[in-house]
C-alpha cells in the first residue's frame, strides 16, 4: 500500500512539474511582414541586368520561398503608385494586394507578377494606410519592409507618420530599402526607419536577406552593470525589457555572472528599440537602446551598490521591528526593511526611519561593496497600569529639557506594555471627567536596556 501510495505522490508530482513548467513558459510572438513596394513610374528605370521593378519581383519571390514553413509567420502584400497613369499625380494610389492570413506565399508571389509601375511616391500616404493592415491582437510584432526607390512626391511627412505609428504600438520600427540612392535620398529616411543601400542587384539582395533576418531572430546582448570603478561586478539583480514605443514589457532576465566572471549573455529581439529597468533599490532606467542585429550589443549601466542594515544589541523583546528607507531629500519610500538583516542599495546618500519607539531617524551613506550598521541599542519594557476609568495619556521623551511626543496610550485599555528605547520619558495624564486642567498629573520613567519598568496611573 506505501508503495502504491508513494507512486501516486511522484506521479502527481511529475504532472503538477509539467504543468508549472508549461505555464512558465512565454506564449509564442506572431510576426507580421508587410512588403511595402514602390510601383511608381520610376521603377522601369534600368538597375544592372534588368528594371529595378522586375529586380525587385525577382529578389521578393526568392525570399518568399524561403519564408516557406517559418513557424508563427505572416506576410502581406500593399503596392503603391500602380494603378493610375503616369500624368495623373494620385496620391491615393496605395492598395493592399494581399491582405495578411496563414500560407498565403504563393498568393503574394502570383499578386506580384501583374504588378506594373505607373504613378506617383506617395510613402506617407502608404504608410498610414499600413496601420489598418495589421490586425488588431496581442502578442505580435508588425513588421514594414519598405522597398523604393524615390522620396515623397505628395507632399507628406512619411517621418511623422512612422514615429505616430511607433509611439501607438502599431508598428515596429520600419526598414526601408533603398534602390539607387543617393547621400540626400538616406537622409530623408534616416528619420522613417532603418534605412540600407541596394544601389546594385547584390546590394539589394543583401539588404533584404539582412532586413528579413532581422524581423525573424534574435541577437546576443550583454548587460554590464559598472560598479563606482567602472567594473562590471554587480550582479543578481532582475532586468526588465521594455518597448519603448508601446510600453510592453518583452523581456525578464535575472542578471547573472558566468562562470567565466562575465556577465551573461542574453537574447533581445532587434526590431524593438528598448526602455530598461534595473531593479535595484532604488531603479536605474536607461531608455532608447538599439540592439544591432547580428551583433553581440554591450548595454552599460551605472549601478554601483552597497549593503545596509540596522542591528539591534543583545536579547531584544521587539516583534517584526522594520525601518523605512529613503534616498536623502526625498520623501518617496523606495524599501521596507527588516532589523538585522542586510539588503542592497545604490551608492548614495539616504535617510531610515527605524519604527521603534520612538521613532528613530538617521542619514546614512552607502558605500560600495561595504556594509554600513546602524546600531541600536538593546531595548527596554515599559508596564503601565491606570486606576482611572477613563483618561488621556501620551508618553513623551525629554530632550535637553524638550518634550518629544512619542505616542498615545489607548483609553479603552488598562494595561500596556510598551517596547521602547533606553532613555529619559514623561506621561502625562488628565482623567477625562475632570473638568479642570490643573488636574493633569506627571510620571517621570527611566527606560533601561534590558530592564522592565512599572508605572501606575491612578
Same mark, same amino acid.
Given at each position: 500500500?506505501?508503495?502504491?501510495?508513494?507512486?501516486?505522490?511522484?506521479?502527481?508530482?511529475?504532472?503538477?512539474?509539467?504543468?508549472?513548467?508549461?505555464?512558465?513558459?512565454? =506564449?509564442?510572438?506572431?510576426?507580421? +511582414?508587410?512588403?511595402?513596394?514602390? !510601383?511608381?513610374?520610376?521603377?522601369? $528605370?534600368?538597375?544592372?541586368?534588368?528594371?529595378?521593378?522586375?529586380?525587385?519581383?525577382?529578389?521578393?519571390?526568392?525570399?518568399?520561398?524561403?519564408?516557406?514553413?517559418?513557424?508563427?509567420?505572416? +506576410?502581406?502584400?500593399?503596392?503603391?503608385?500602380?494603378?493610375?497613369?503616369?500624368?495623373?499625380?494620385?496620391?491615393?494610389?496605395? =492598395?493592399?494586394?494581399?491582405?495578411?492570413?496563414?500560407?498565403?506565399?504563393?498568393?503574394?508571389?502570383?499578386?506580384?507578377?501583374? /504588378?506594373?509601375?505607373?504613378?506617383?511616391?506617395?510613402?506617407?500616404?502608404?504608410?498610414?494606410?499600413? $496601420?489598418?493592415?495589421? &490586425?488588431?491582437? &496581442?502578442?505580435?510584432?508588425?513588421?514594414?519592409?519598405? /522597398?523604393? @526607390?524615390?522620396?515623397?512626391?505628395?507632399?507628406?511627412?512619411?517621418? !511623422?507618420?512612422?514615429?505616430?505609428?511607433?509611439?501607438?504600438? +502599431?508598428?515596429?520600427?520600419?526598414?526601408?530599402?533603398?534602390?539607387?540612392?543617393?547621400?540626400?535620398?538616406?537622409? !530623408?529616411?534616416?528619420?522613417?526607419?532603418?534605412?540600407?543601400?541596394?544601389?546594385?542587384?547584390?546590394?539589394?539582395?543583401?539588404?533584404?536577406?539582412?532586413?528579413?533576418?532581422?524581423?525573424?531572430?534574435?541577437?546576443? $546582448?550583454?548587460?554590464?552593470?559598472?560598479?563606482?570603478?567602472?567594473?562590471?561586478?554587480?550582479?543578481?539583480?532582475?532586468?526588465?525589457?521594455?518597448?519603448?514605443?508601446?510600453?510592453?514589457?518583452?523581456?525578464?532576465?535575472?542578471?547573472?555572472?558566468?562562470?567565466?566572471?562575465? &556577465?551573461?549573455?542574453?537574447?533581445?529581439?532587434?526590431?524593438?528599440?528598448? =526602455?530598461?529597468?534595473?531593479?535595484?533599490?532604488?531603479?536605474?532606467?536607461?531608455?532608447?537602446?538599439?540592439?544591432? &542585429?547580428?551583433?553581440?550589443?554591450?548595454?552599460?549601466? @551605472?549601478?554601483?551598490?552597497?549593503?545596509?542594515?540596522?542591528?539591534?544589541?543583545?536579547?531584544?523583546?521587539?516583534?517584526?521591528?522594520?525601518?523605512?528607507? =529613503?534616498?536623502?531629500?526625498?520623501?518617496?519610500?523606495?524599501?521596507?526593511?527588516? $532589523?538585522?538583516?542586510?539588503?542592497?542599495?545604490?551608492?548614495?546618500?539616504?535617510?531610515?526611519?527605524?519604527?521603534?519607539?520612538?521613532?528613530?531617524?538617521?542619514?546614512?551613506? /552607502?558605500?560600495?561593496?561595504?556594509?554600513?550598521?546602524?546600531?541600536?541599542?538593546?531595548?527596554?519594557?515599559? /508596564?503601565?497600569?491606570?486606576?482611572?476609568?477613563?483618561?488621556?495619556?501620551?508618553?513623551?521623551?525629554? +530632550?535637553?529639557?524638550?518634550?518629544?511626543?512619542?505616542?498615545?496610550?489607548?483609553?479603552?485599555?488598562?494595561?500596556?506594555?510598551?517596547?521602547?528605547?533606553?532613555?529619559?520619558?514623561?506621561?502625562?495624564?488628565?482623567?477625562?471627567?475632570?473638568?479642570?486642567?490643573?488636574?493633569?498629573?506627571?510620571?517621570?520613567?527611566?527606560?533601561?536596556?534590558?530592564?522592565?519598568?512599572?508605572?501606575?496611573?491612578?
Amino acid at each position: 500500500m506505501r508503495s502504491i501510495l508513494k507512486f501516486i505522490c511522484v506521479f502527481w508530482l511529475l504532472i503538477s512539474t509539467i504543468f508549472s513548467v508549461q505555464a512558465q513558459t512565454p =506564449r509564442p510572438i506572431k510576426t507580421r +511582414i508587410l512588403f511595402l513596394l514602390d !510601383a511608381s513610374g520610376s521603377m522601369y $528605370a534600368r538597375m544592372e541586368s534588368d528594371s529595378r521593378i522586375n529586380v525587385a519581383k525577382r529578389l521578393l519571390n526568392k525570399t518568399i520561398d524561403s519564408l516557406v514553413g517559418t513557424k508563427n509567420l505572416e +506576410i502581406a502584400l500593399r503596392v503603391y503608385g500602380h494603378t493610375s497613369p503616369p500624368n495623373v499625380r494620385n496620391c491615393k494610389d496605395t =492598395r493592399l494586394e494581399v491582405p495578411f492570413r496563414p500560407n498565403n506565399f504563393a498568393e503574394v508571389k502570383k499578386r506580384l507578377q501583374s /504588378i506594373n509601375p505607373k504613378g506617383t511616391t506617395l510613402i506617407a500616404q502608404s504608410l498610414l494606410q499600413s $496601420a489598418y493592415d495589421f &490586425p488588431k491582437e &496581442p502578442y505580435t510584432r508588425n513588421v514594414i519592409i519598405l /522597398i523604393t @526607390d524615390g522620396i515623397e512626391e505628395c507632399q507628406g511627412d512619411p517621418c !511623422a507618420v512612422s514615429e505616430a505609428l511607433q509611439s501607438q504600438g +502599431i508598428i515596429l520600427k520600419p526598414f526601408i530599402i533603398g534602390i539607387g540612392s543617393t547621400e540626400d535620398f538616406r537622409k !530623408a529616411f534616416d528619420c522613417v526607419g532603418r534605412y540600407y543601400d541596394a544601389n546594385t542587384e547584390q546590394g539589394f539582395e543583401d539588404a533584404l536577406n539582412i532586413v528579413v533576418s532581422q524581423a525573424l531572430n534574435n541577437t546576443t $546582448a550583454q548587460v554590464n552593470l559598472l560598479d563606482v570603478f567602472s567594473k562590471p561586478t554587480e550582479t543578481n539583480v532582475n532586468m526588465s525589457f521594455y518597448d519603448m514605443n508601446s510600453g510592453q514589457l518583452m523581456y525578464n532576465y535575472m542578471h547573472t555572472i558566468n562562470e567565466r566572471g562575465n &556577465p551573461d549573455t542574453v537574447q533581445l529581439d532587434p526590431v524593438f528599440r528598448y =526602455r530598461m529597468v534595473v531593479h535595484t533599490l532604488p531603479p536605474v532606467v536607461k531608455e532608447n537602446i538599439d540592439v544591432t &542585429p547580428g551583433k553581440h550589443t554591450i548595454i552599460g549601466v @551605472d549601478a554601483p551598490q552597497g549593503q545596509l542594515m540596522v542591528k539591534v544589541d543583545g536579547l531584544t523583546n521587539y516583534s517584526g521591528l522594520q525601518f523605512l528607507v =529613503r534616498q536623502k531629500n526625498s520623501n518617496k519610500t523606495i524599501n521596507v526593511q527588516d $532589523a538585522n538583516t542586510k539588503e542592497k542599495y545604490l551608492v548614495g546618500k539616504y535617510e531610515i526611519e527605524v519604527l521603534c519607539l520612538p521613532r528613530m531617524v538617521r542619514e546614512v551613506s /552607502i558605500d560600495q561593496s561595504y556594509t554600513t550598521t546602524l546600531q541600536l541599542p538593546q531595548p527596554g519594557k515599559l /508596564i503601565v497600569n491606570c486606576q482611572l476609568q477613563d483618561y488621556y495619556a501620551d508618553i513623551y521623551q525629554m +530632550i535637553r529639557n524638550e518634550l518629544v511626543w512619542v505616542c498615545k496610550l489607548p483609553v479603552e485599555k488598562r494595561s500596556h506594555q510598551l517596547i521602547m528605547q533606553p532613555g529619559d520619558y514623561k506621561i502625562i495624564y488628565r482623567s477625562k471627567g475632570d473638568s479642570r486642567s490643573s488636574h493633569t498629573f506627571e510620571r517621570l520613567i527611566k527606560i533601561t536596556s534590558g530592564q522592565a519598568t512599572n508605572v501606575l496611573l491612578n
